[in-house]
């Protein structure tokens, strides 16, 4: 499966930014989705995951509460909304997929798809 993120952008701290991942190809059945992120000097790190079959999500501790990640089925996309962004929440976005859900879904090891990454930057 190929996907394709965007909506990444330059925000102020306290404002919002809606990332899409769209999925292309062999993309059908119980896919798990997520949505990772890596600042510079640091390691890629979870950020939130979304079963596609029936929609269980899972979030990182830091972004609960802030962030929503949601999906449309139909249209094989995938949505991180994020809300009361921070400074700290710069880094470089990346979406994943495996074929299916597992409950190491916050492990970059077990997704074997993965978009270009989109930049987020939160400052004044």
């Known amino acids: 499966v190929q996907l394709q993120a965007s909506g990444g952008g330059l925000v102020q701290p306290g404002n919002s930014l809606r990332l899409s991942c769209a999925a292309s190809?062999?993309?059908?059945?119980?896919?798990?989705m997520g949505w990772f992120r890596q600042a510079p000097g640091k390691e890629r790190e979870f950020v939130a995951a979304i079963r596609m079959g029936g929609g269980r999500t899972a979030y990182a501790d830091p972004v609960k509460g802030r962030f929503t990640i949601s999906r449309d089925v139909a249209k094989v996309t995938v949505y991180l909304q994020m809300n009361g962004l921070k400074p700290g929440d710069t880094a470089v976005y990346y979406c994943?997929?495996?074929?299916?859900?597992?409950?190491?879904?916050?492990?970059?090891?077990?997704?074997?798809?993965w978009g270009q990454g989109t930049l987020v930057t939160v400052s004044s």
């Open positions: 190809g062999r993309s059908d059945g119980d896919y798990a």
């Open positions: 994943a997929a495996r074929p299916r859900w597992i409950t190491t879904y916050y492990s970059t090891d077990i997704y074997n798809s």
